[in-house]
């Protein structure tokens, strides 16, 4: 069971917009803006798409957005592409303690 | 242009201490505010983190695998390695390495901000 909780899967049409929600604690999302998302292909290094909550590393396609209210992080795409179709996580600092958590991942479809 | 690679055995037996070394390249894990971080996915499963060590040696480990884990650095080769004793079948994983970048944002020591660059991985099987 991991720390922070997402929908196992979501899908979209191509050009359609979906959102992926991360739910934490108080602990972990809620107290830190060190929240940032990761795309996973099959056999693929993972790719640092969000970090901080809201900033796109370079060189990722402005397609993607991410926001935070709460405890809740949420992943954006617009204009779904077929390159998409992916496995989505979530991480956050979760204090000196724990440090890293990670959410469960979000299989997307792009139908 | 940062790279990292891990490398080590692709199957090991139960109760027997696995060792994963992560060779990197683009950046010194002797200055700046970054580290390296080991991370796992079970097959099917999600990414779990397992372990952080910092520019200035400082370590971190996951609380749920802190006694099976030890992570050190050699500066001069750009290796970082994981050990973790014990091992179990359910262990078995790909095993990613990360350059990762903290933040001084949080407070007197660094934090955690993200894992910037990956490895592509290794899996790793546990069976008998």
């Known amino acids: 069971q991991s720390a922070l909780t997402q929908p196992a899967s979501v899908s979209g049409s191509p050009g359609q917009s979906i959102t992926i929600s991360c739910t934490g604690t108080s602990s972990d999302v809620g107290s830190y803006n060190l929240v940032s998302w990761y795309q996973l292909h099959p056999g693929k290094a993972p790719k640092l798409i969000i970090y901080d909550a809201t900033k796109r590393p370079s060189g990722v396609s402005n397609r993607f957005s991410g926001s935070k209210s709460g405890n809740t992080a949420s992943l954006t795409i617009s204009g779904l592409q077929a390159e998409d179709e992916a496995n989505y996580f979530c991480c956050s600092y979760a204090g000196s303690s724990t440090s890293v958590v990670f959410g469960g991942g979000t299989e997307l479809t792009v139908l | 242009q940062i790279t990292l690679k891990e490398s080590g055995p692709t199957l090991v037996k139960p109760t027997q201490t696995l060792t994963l070394t992560c060779t990197f390249s683009?950046?010194?894990?002797?200055?700046?505010?970054?580290?390296v971080g080991w991370i796992r996915q079970p097959p099917g499963k999600a990414l779990e983190w397992l372990a952080l060590?910092?520019?200035?040696?400082?370590?971190r480990y996951s609380p749920s695998l802190k006694s099976r884990l030890t992570i050190t650095k050699d500066t001069s080769k750009n290796q970082v390695v994981l050990t973790m004793t014990n091992m179990d079948p359910v262990d078995t994983a790909t095993y990613f390495c990360?350059?990762?970048?903290?933040?001084?944002?949080?407070?007197?020591?660094?934090?955690?901000?993200?894992?910037?660059?990956w490895g592509q991985g290794t899996l790793v099987t546990v069976s008998s």
């Open positions: 060590i910092y520019w200035n040696a400082d370590r």
């Open positions: 683009g950046f010194s894990l002797s200055t700046g505010v970054v580290g």
């Open positions: 990360a350059h990762t970048k903290l933040t001084m944002a949080i407070g007197p020591t660094p934090s955690f901000e993200y894992f910037q660059h």
